[in-house]
């Protein structure tokens, strides 16, 4: 199996900070890399699909790039409603998910 | 609209079987994949596996081969998952999501609450 890793597994962050979320893969997985935010007792959101495309009606200020075992997700601006859980996973093979990480208020 | 309703909560024995469904609408069944996810409490997402709700193929995470099994009916746009021989390590929320391909998952159940205890 592809294990996937993301750092740091938690931040504090105030409104209007840039926030970075690192992921890697076990192995290459070409661009085959979701985002998803989770919020408690709620399902997970897709963000980001294909490492960089933006899911429609998910504000621009989330981005994402990488390839390979790389991949980032940015947050240019945070606001209120983005503090959550943020999860990376890869359907290169049968899906994994990184193990999370957490953005609170600072 | 696209939804897709599960099944209550249930409360299980350890060794016991559970059956979890989710039941979709608003959209054509058969030509969406179908995902199953779970989260134990204040754990990370695991994924279980998917069913293709045209074909019945499915396709199961290593770790549960054996003790999952999903199936659907196409009468009532209905897919199923049941895990058994369950332990205290299967208590967790269950979610069932659609897949779109390439896109990802665009829509989830609400959520099961399997609680496995003596």
């Known amino acids: 199996d592809i294990q996937m890793t993301q750092s740091p597994s938690s931040l504090s962050a105030s409104v209007g900070d840039r926030v970075t979320i690192t992921c890697r893969a076990s192995?290459?997985?070409?661009?085959?890399l979701y985002w998803y935010q989770q919020k408690p007792g709620k399902a997970p959101m897709l963000l980001i699909y294909g490492a960089s495309s933006l899911r429609s009606g998910v504000p621009s200020r989330f981005s994402g790039s990488g390839f390979g075992t790389e991949f980032t997700l940015t947050i240019s601006g945070l606001q209120p409603e983005d503090f959550a859980t943020y999860y990376c996973q890869q359907s290169y093979t049968t899906w994994t998910f990184g193990p999370g990480t957490k953005v609170d208020i600072k | 609209q696209v939804n897709l309703v599960q099944s209550g909560a249930e409360v299980k024995k350890p060794g016991a079987s559970v059956k979890v469904s989710c039941r979709a609408s608003?959209?054509?069944?058969?030509?969406?994949?179908i995902h199953w996810v779970r989260q134990a409490p204040g754990q990370g997402l695991e994924w279980m596996g998917i069913?293709?709700?045209?074909?019945?193929?499915?396709s199961y995470a290593q770790k549960l081969q054996g003790r999952v099994t999903m199936t659907r009916d196409t009468s009532t746009s209905t897919v199923y998952m049941e895990l058994s021989s369950l332990r205290s390590g299967d208590t967790a929320v269950y979610y069932c999501?659609?897949?779109?391909?390439?896109?990802?998952?665009?829509?989830w159940g609400q959520g099961t609450l399997v609680t496995v205890s003596s």
């Open positions: 999501a659609r897949d779109l391909g390439a896109p990802g998952v665009d829509f």
């Open positions: 608003g959209y054509t069944f058969r030509n969406y994949y």
């Open positions: 069913i293709n709700p045209n074909t019945s193929s499915t």
């Open positions: 192995q290459s997985i070409d661009n085959y």
